[in-house]
């Protein structure tokens, strides 16, 4: 794939993730989030902005690896599970914000994480670079799930 196209297609998903998951999450933050009790290991909230930045970005040039990459018998697949985790991944703002439920966030980063494990072995046969890409944002989705869990648990109903 040519690779100005490739581009294009890796980060625009990628983007609208971003978006969406922002559009959820904001309105939220400074009214229901600063309500609920959070963990002794909860970020402050400014860390959030600039880690997932940094995460978006990776994720579109690892995007960009397996689409500029030759077709193999694992392409289809890597695309196919990045697409689902990423659905994923804005859909978790869904739950857990827009929704204002800490348990159903926690069923969603579940499947997220699932999601990332499976798009990184699934990148891992067509690129490996791309899929060490990856890691980053599964380290960040394992903790994001940790701390979800905790406040599950503070949180009454």
Do not use: H
């Amino acid at each position: 794939m040519n690779t100005l196209p490739a581009a294009v297609i890796a980060v625009v998903p990628v983007a609208l993730a971003a978006v969406l998951g922002n559009l959820a999450t904001m309105p939220k933050i400074g009214t229901w989030y600063a309500g609920l009790a959070k963990p002794w290991f909860n970020p402050p909230n400014a860390v959030f902005g600039p880690v997932w930045s940094l995460l978006y970005a990776m994720m579109a040039y690892s995007f960009f690896r397996i689409l500029a990459a030759t077709p193999g018998p694992w392409t289809a697949a890597a695309i196919a599970l990045f697409l689902l985790q990423l659905a994923l991944n804005a859909g978790w703002s869904f739950a857990f914000f827009a929704g204002e439920s800490p348990k159903r966030g926690l069923l969603v980063v579940v499947a997220l994480w699932c999601g990332i494990v499976l798009s990184a072995f699934a990148f891992w046969q067509v690129d490996r670079p791309a899929s060490v890409l990856l890691w980053p944002y599964l380290a960040w989705v394992s903790f994001a799930a940790v701390l979800n869990r905790a406040i599950a648990a503070l949180t009454p109903g």
